[in-house]
């Protein structure tokens, strides 16, 4: 079994750029498509990222996703912040043997 | 429009059982794989089962093998979680989601609002 390590929080100012990381404990983060969620207060989450790097319909630019093979982990970035991107974001990626690990997310203050 | 709507929720003994429905619409239900997630009030996503289209493979969190049941009706469009045994760890808000095709290892596409389940005495 392996876990997705994610920052606990991250802030950035309206209009700038962050990036989440998701650092996979064990085996290749490239083994297994990476998801990103999207959960606002008091909201179900949404899909904002799936397979690595594509977005569903309806999802801005602004939101992309990528691996990265020498650090073992996958990154969210979101340019051009709003004040509506504060959220949780918990990253996603299966467990062969019929399971799915999740990160402990991460809150995205906009200030 | 895919609609899941989760229900069944509600205060319960530990030690006791309680059966989570959800009732799909706007897909053909019989197409998809579908999963339970939790959350416990505060803290993050917790996969806890997942089902296959035709009931063929089904997975559990090791948090709840043994006490937990999923299972699907494809002719009511319905799925169902079975939680026997149940524990205060098991409080949490539980989401039904939509795998994107037949198998479990396809991510989730569309997610339900919740049904919380407190375990206390």
């Known amino acids: 079994n392996f876990m997705l390590t994610q920052p606990h929080s991250v802030s950035e100012s309206p209009g700038k750029t962050v990036i989440i990381s998701c650092t996979r404990s064990s085996g290749s983060i490239a083994s297994d498509y990476v998801q990103w969620y999207q959960q606002r207060p008091g909201s179900a989450p949404t899909t904002l990222i799936y397979e690595d790097n594509q977005r569903p319909s309806g999802v801005p630019d602004r939101f992309s996703g990528s691996i990265d093979s020498s650090s073992n982990s996958a990154s969210l970035t979101i340019s051009g912040l709003r004040t509506e991107d504060e959220a949780d974001y918990y990253c996603?990626?299966?467990?062969?043997?019929?399971?799915?690990?999740f990160g402990g997310g991460t809150t995205l203050t906009v200030l | 429009e895919v609609q899941l709507v989760e229900s069944g929720g509600g205060l319960v003994q530990p030690g006791r059982s309680l059966r989570l429905s959800c009732a799909a619409s706007?897909?053909?239900?019989?197409?998809?794989?579908m999963h339970w997630v939790r959350q416990a009030p505060g803290k993050g996503l917790e996969w806890v089962s997942g089902i296959s289209w035709n009931s063929g493979s089904i997975g559990y969190a090791d948090s709840v093998k043994g006490r937990f049941t999923i299972s699907r009706d494809n002719a009511k469009n319905s799925l169902y979680l079975q939680m026997n045994s149940l524990r205060a760890e098991d409080t949490a808000f539980y989401y039904c989601?939509?795998?994107?095709?037949?198998?479990?290892?396809?991510?989730?596409?569309?997610w339900g609002q919740g049904t919380l389940v407190t375990v206390s005495s």
């Open positions: 989601a939509k795998g994107k095709y037949q198998l479990l290892h396809y991510y989730f596409d569309y």
């Open positions: 996603q990626s299966y467990e062969r043997s019929n399971s799915w690990v």
């Open positions: 706007g897909f053909n239900f019989d197409d998809y794989a």
